[in-house]
């Protein structure tokens, strides 16, 4: 795998435990050889993310979209920034430049994000891993509602099987880096890797 898409968000709470993972994380895809792609910002966890990537002289590739470049948010130092005309082409020039997904604390735009990369593997529209890296227990809330979701028979188990949880950045990575597809378009990993 050449690239990641990591969806993070605009804001950043300075939470320590939180950067922290952002630097294992850094460390552990520059040392596999995996690019950054991510939202093109440079404020919050996103200018977070690629500042630490750059400072260990990792790939950064950014998608922004016109508008938040003319708002001066757009990172200045990275290695290749994609200028897009809005949000829509930012989500599939992202999607298509990824080998996998990595979802980390965020809002709302992160979860619009998030599912709709889940959505396109459950439909078979690609098949690329996807990771949220559950920092302190961040989206334990998410994962009881997808259970929910199950028990309400409105998704199916092995559709919720499709995303790793893991709040180990070196752990995920070697997760998703294993995921395989079989040749009949049925996706599975093996949940006990390590």
Same mark, same amino acid.
């Given at each position: ?25 850094? #460390?552990?895809? &520059?040392?596999?050889?995996? !690019?950054? $792609?991510? =939202? ?5 966890? %996103?200018?977070?993310? #690629?500042?630490? &990537?750059?400072?260990?002289? !990792?790939? $950064?590739? =950014? ?5 938040? %470049? ?12 994609? $200028? ?111």
């Amino acid at each position: 795998m050449k690239s990641f898409c990591v969806y993070c968000c605009a804001n950043f709470n300075v939470d320590p435990k939180l950067l922290k993972v952002i630097q294992e994380l850094a #460390a552990t895809l &520059v040392a596999q050889d995996i !690019g950054l $792609v991510y =939202g093109g910002g440079s404020v919050g966890v %996103m200018g977070v993310v #690629a500042d630490e &990537v750059l400072k260990l002289n !990792g790939r $950064v590739t =950014g998608v922004i979209p016109q508008f938040l %470049m003319d708002k001066e948010v757009g990172h200045k130092y990275i290695t290749q920034m994609i $200028v897009t005309r809005n949000m829509h082409e930012r989500k599939q020039k992202m999607a298509d430049l990824a080998d996998g997904f990595i979802i980390l604390p965020g809002g709302f735009g992160t979860l619009e994000e998030f599912f709709e990369v889940l959505t396109w593997l459950q439909l078979g529209l690609h098949g690329k891993a996807i990771g949220v890296l559950n920092v302190d227990g961040f989206y334990d809330y998410l994962f009881a509602q997808m259970d929910v979701m199950v028990e309400k028979s409105f998704l199916k188990p092995a559709n919720r099987d499709l995303v790793f949880n893991e709040a180990d950045p070196e752990i995920l990575v070697k997760k998703m880096l294993r995921f395989t597809a079989e040749p009949d378009g049925v996706w599975f990993h093996d949940r006990n890797l390590i």
